[in-house]
C-alpha cells in the first residue's frame, strides 16, 4: 500500500520550514481538542493548526536576550542531522537495523574520549542519566556503598545514589561554591566521590588536580565539560582526566538538540561488561541504562564536522566573552552585588535594597535571568548559553528592572 504519511513530502516538510522562517514570537491561543478526536485533519492542517502553538508559544533560546539557563540555540545542521534521525529512526539496540548510526557514535566518542583522557563511553539522554550509569558502574565495579558529593552538586546525583540503594553524604563548599575537600572523610574505600565541573547554581569548578584516593571518582562534566576542547579553557579541567568517569551533556554547550549526553569511562571495557544485560532476543548485548535508543551521535557528529574544533571553540569563546561583560557591566553598577567570578559561564548578582530578586527576573525579559538560591541567598542568574546573545540588550533589560524597582 503506498501510505503517503510516510514517504518524503516536500511540500509538507516545506510548509513547517517556512514556518520557522516566518517564526511570529507571540503566543497564539489555540484550542486543541480535550479529547483524542476519532478523526484526523491530515498532515497539512496539522502544521498549520501547531504553528502558532509550538513554534509562537516556545521560548526562543537565540534571541538576542536569550541568558537564563543552560540551554543553547542550536545550530540547523542538528535541525536537518535529527530531521534524517527521525524519519529513519534507527536503533542502535539492534546492529542490523542501525548499521551506520552506531559506527557514528563510536566515531564521536573516539574523536572526544583523548580530550578527557578516558578509553571510551556510550552516549545518553543527558547527564542525568550519564550519572547513574557512572555511579552504577562504579556499584559494580568497585561496591562502592556511599555517594560523596558537594552540596552544590547537581539533583541527579543525590537521586542517582536513591536508585542505587547508596547513601548519599552532601559535603559543604566554600565561599567560591567549590566542594571543600577537607571535608573529605581519610577513609574513601567504599566511597564514590562525584566532583563537579560547572555547578549549575554558579558554574563552580570542584578541585580536579587534586588526588583523590577513593573507590571511584566520578566528575559530573555536564555543564563545563566541552571547555576541554577549547584551546583557550581546556586548562580549566586539567586533572579531569584522573576521574574513573566523567559526564558530559551534548545539549548544553556542545549546542545539540535534546536528549543528548555522554558517559566516558577510564576503563570502558569493564565498564560497559558491569553494565550490560544479554537477551534471547538481542543479537548483542545491551550496555547501559537505554533499551532501544536513536541516533543522537549524528547530529553531534555533524556539528563538530561543521565547526572543527576551530569553530568551536570561536562559540565557546564568545558566549564566555558575553558572560565576561555581563560581568564587568554589573561589577560597575553601585547597587549591584556579584556573586564570585566568571568561571564557567553562570553570572549571579543581587541588588542591594530589592529583598526579592525574583521581581527583577519578573521585570526582565522571559528567558533572560533565572533565580538560584546559594549560602542562604537568593541570586539573580544567567548563563551564558547563547553565544549570539546581544549584552546591549540585556544590559539595558537589567536597567530598566532596576530602575522600574526603585
Ligand atoms: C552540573 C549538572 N549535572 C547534571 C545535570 C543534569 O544534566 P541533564 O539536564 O543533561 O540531564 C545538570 C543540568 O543542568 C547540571 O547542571
Redesign the pocket.
Known amino acids: 500500500m503506498n501510505d503517503s504519511s510516510f514517504t518524503v513530502n516536500e511540500e509538507g516538510l516545506r510548509q513547517a520550514l517556512q514556518a520557522l522562517v516566518d517564526i511570529d514570537l507571540h503566543q497564539a491561543t489555540i484550542d486543541l481538542p480535550k479529547t483524542l478526536p476519532a478523526k484526523g485533519i491530515g498532515e497539512h492542517n496539522v502544521i498549520a493548526e501547531l504553528v502558532p502553538l509550538i513554534l509562537g508559544g516556545a521560548r526562543h533560546l537565540g534571541s538576542e536576550t536569550a541568558f537564563a539557563h ?1 540551554d543553547p540555540p542550536t545550530p540547523w545542521i542538528t535541525w536537518a542531522t535529527t530531521m534524517w534521525n527521525a524519519a529513519l529512526n534507527q536503533n542502535l539496540l539492534h546492529p542490523d537495523v542501525a548499521p551506520v548510526a552506531r559506527e557514528i557514535e563510536t566515531q564521536v566518542v573516539d574523536w572526544l574520549k583523548p580530550f578527557f583522557g578516558m578509553s571510551g563511553g556510550h552516549m545518553t539522554p ?4 550519564a ?1 547513574l550509569t557512572a555511579l552504577w558502574a562504579a556499584r559494580e565495579l568497585r561496591d562502592v556503598k556511599r555517594v560523596l558529593a558537594s552540596k552544590a552538586a ?1 539533583v ?1 546525583i543525590p537521586k542517582a545514589a536513591h536508585i542505587l540503594g547508596l547513601e548519599f553524604v552532601a559535603l559543604d563548599c566554600d565561599a567560591s561554591g567549590c566542594l571543600d575537600l577537607g571535608q573529605l572523610p581519610d577513609d574513601l574505600s567504599d566511597a564514590a566521590v562525584v566532583l ?1 565541573a ?3 547554581s554558579c558554574g563552580a569548578i570542584d578541585s580536579l588536580s587534586t588526588d583523590i584516593d577513593a573507590a571511584w571518582v566520578h566528575v ?1 562534566a ?2 563545563a565539560g566541552p571547555f576541554r576542547l577549547s584551546p583557550t579553557y581546556h586548562s580549566i579541567l586539567d586533572g579531569i582526566e584522573k576521574a574513573d568517569s566523567i ?1 558530559v ?1 551534548a ?2 554547550w556542545f549546542f545539540q538538540p535534546k536528549e543528548s ?1 555522554l558517559i566516558f569511562f577510564k576503563d570502558v571495557a569493564s565498564a560497559h561488561r558491569a553494565i550490560s544485560f544479554g537477551a534471547d532476543y538481542l543479537a548483542i548485548p545491551n550496555v547501559g541504562l537505554l533499551g532501544s535508543h536513536g541516533a543522537n551521535a549524528v547530529p553531534l557528529l555533524a556539528t563538530l564536522l561543521c565547526w572543527g574544533l576551530e569553530g568551536f571553540n570561536e562559540r565557546i569563546s564568545r558566549a564566555m566573552g558575553l558572560a565576561d561583560q555581563l560581568h564587568q557591566f554589573l561589577r560597575e553598577q553601585s547597587e549591584i552585588v556579584v556573586f564570585g567570578p566568571n568561571v564557567s559561564g553562570v553570572i549571579l548578582w543581587r541588588a542591594t535594597g530589592v529583598a526579592e530578586p525574583r521581581i527583577l527576573v519578573d521585570r526582565m525579559p522571559a528567558g533572560s535571568a533565572s533565580t538560584t538560591r546559594l549560602a542562604g541567598e537568593v541570586w539573580v542568574r544567567h548563563v551564558a548559553a547563547n553565544p549570539n546573545a546581544n549584552m546591549a540588550a540585556l544590559t539595558i533589560a537589567i536597567q530598566d528592572a532596576l530602575s522600574a524597582v526603585d
Request: net charge neutral.
Open positions: 543552560m543527558g547527564s542525568t542519566v550519572n547537581h541527579s563537579t560547572g555547578t549549575t559530573d555536564a555543564w559526564s551533556s545539549h548544553k549526553g
